[in-house]
């Protein structure tokens, strides 16, 4: 059974940063793509950041370039969100998700349950 | 960036009712490249179809994708009480991904 089971968030202030983790099992992780994706409370879904199974291309949505990173570690079947310079407009649930091949143009054929960013002083 | 608009914004139907939603790109996408998800309230999203027309793992008969270019179209041929909730459609063409606003379908 695919779980994707992410962690990291919390309350944070403007400016600081945050770093989100996504735990993965039950499937080759390496043979696939992942990403991450958010949806502000009451709103729809965006995408936030993508990576392929080698990390070998990587994408991000305007609003985060510059400002989040994500990675991945094979070994420990576990992808990653680095978010700096946190904004209020940041505030979401960040879920995990996982593509349905390793790189190119897919769907996400998994999600986790999310983990909840916010970002307040 | 391809922009999706989906209509209407909530579809109040009864179970066992048909349910059309529409999906509406900005520019033509590529290959088909178009999924659409059903959220359900506190829940993840969940794919119900890809390439446009082709079932996720799971998904019932019930659910059917269809449409090209421009104009993409979710049907629900009866709806259970199961299937109320809010659909998003989805493109995924030249590695980039964009999402519609959703579509509620709500109990009339």
């Known amino acids: 059974e695919v779980q994707l089971v992410e962690s990291g968030g919390g309350l944070v202030q403007p400016g600081r940063s945050l770093r989100l983790s996504c735990a993965a099992s039950?499937?080759?992780?390496?043979?696939?793509?992942m990403h991450w994706v958010r949806q502000a409370p009451g709103k729809g879904l965006e995408w936030v950041s993508g990576?392929?199974?080698?990390?070998?291309?990587?994408g991000y949505a305007d609003s985060v370039k510059g400002r989040f990173t994500i990675s991945r570690d094979n070994a420990k079947n576990s992808l990653y969100l680095q978010m700096n310079s946190l904004r209020a407009e940041d505030m979401a649930l960040y879920y995990c998700a996982k593509g349905q091949m390793d790189y190119g143009d897919y769907a996400f054929d998994y999600w986790g349950q999310g983990t909840l960013v916010t970002v307040s002083s | 960036e391809i922009v999706l608009t989906q209509s209407p914004g909530t579809l109040s139907l009864s179970p066992g009712e048909r349910a059309t939603l529409s999906c509406r790109a900005s520019?033509?996408?590529?290959?088909?490249?178009l999924a659409w998800y059903q959220q359900k309230p506190g829940q993840a999203p969940r794919l119900l179809i890809y390439g446009a027309s082709s079932r996720a793992t799971g998904i019932p008969d019930r659910f059917s994708g269809s449409g090209s270019g421009t104009d993409f179209t979710l049907t629900i041929s009866r709806l259970e009480p199961e299937d109320f909730a809010v659909y998003y459609c989805q493109q995924y063409g030249s590695s980039s991904w964009t999402f519609g606003q959703g579509t509620k379908v709500e109990i009339k």
């Open positions: 520019q033509s996408v590529s290959s088909s490249y």
């Open positions: 039950g499937f080759t992780f390496d043979d696939y793509a």
């Open positions: 990576i392929s199974w080698n990390s070998g291309s990587i």
